[in-house]
């Protein structure tokens, strides 16, 4: 039990009325009077708590794409759509061989970029969306990734976590981007257990994270995701985050 007094679950604690109760009616009491003591924590106490713990442990934090230019970047996070940053990694090196700059990629048709992209997830459709963003930022910004997120989604295969990525990563503006690991790693903690989309969470993470902290908080939370909070099995034992987790301080009732 999760309780400063041990004695709250002593039957001598209880009014009369509820010494007659059963165990199970008891153990519904232990953890309603839980939940409650958890959303006493303020939710500023909370992010503190988590900001705290990586600026501990994980001080220096970036993103695991490899690149070498604003263009390069965003070739590789539309290619690591529900892709892994490591298959990423090994398409590219001759992906920027081939097309070492966006002037030379809108040269190429999606067919000729198909080649090199095949081994990732979704190649027909990325090969156009590469092919639409690299003739987009020639023609419209003069081969120039712009650091506006508005801008940034105009781009043929940009969405609002690419965008953000970009403008975070490239241009160290206050964005945060929401995919699947920060999503279910905020949701877990406790950051953001009501929200139902990306865009819920990351207003969340924007209101209470400052701005100099956003960009080194995005990818504490896709590193913590990526590694520790597993989806399928999270590596609790390894976390030093369970001491305030709701995920796990929920699994771990007794």
């Not at 303020?42 to 600026?55: G, H, N, P, S």
């Not at 990734?145 to 403008?167: C, H, S, Y």
């Not at 009501?194 to 990351?202: D, F, G, H, R, V």
Request: proline share 6%.
């Amino acid at each position: 039990m999760y309780f400063d007094n041990p004695s709250i679950c002593n039957t001598d604690a209880i009014p009369l009325y509820l010494q007659s109760c059963k165990s199970k009616l008891i153990k519904q009491i232990a953890n309603s009077i839980f939940q409650i003591s958890f959303l006493i924590m303020k939710k500023k106490e909370l992010f503190e708590k988590v900001i705290e713990y990586f600026q501990a442990t994980m001080p220096v934090a970036e993103t695991e794409l490899k690149y070498s230019s604003p263009y390069q970047l965003m070739v590789a996070v539309i290619l690591s759509a529900q892709c892994t940053d490591k298959r990423v990694n090994m398409i590219t090196p001759a992906l920027f061989k081939a097309y070492p700059t966006v002037y030379d990629m809108a040269k190429a048709t999606p067919d000729e970029i198909f080649t090199y992209i095949k081994s990732c997830s979704y190649p027909n459709n990325k090969a156009k969306h590469l092919a639409g963003m690299a003739m987009t930022l020639v023609n419209i910004y003069g081969g120039t990734v712009p650091d506006d997120i508005d801008e940034l989604q105009k781009i043929p295969g940009v969405g609002r976590k690419t965008a953000n990525v970009i403008a975070s990563v490239v241009y160290n503006k206050p964005h945060i981007a929401v995919d699947t690991h920060v999503f279910r790693v905020s949701a877990r903690l406790g950051l953001s257990p009501e929200s139902k989309t990306p865009l819920q969470t990351e207003l969340i993470l924007l209101k209470y994270i400052s701005e100099d902290l956003r960009p080194l908080a995005h990818h504490w939370l896709i590193l913590h995701g990526r590694y520790t909070c597993l989806a399928r099995k999270p590596l609790c034992e390894k976390c030093g985050l369970t001491n305030i987790c709701q995920y796990f301080l929920s699994q771990n009732q007794t």
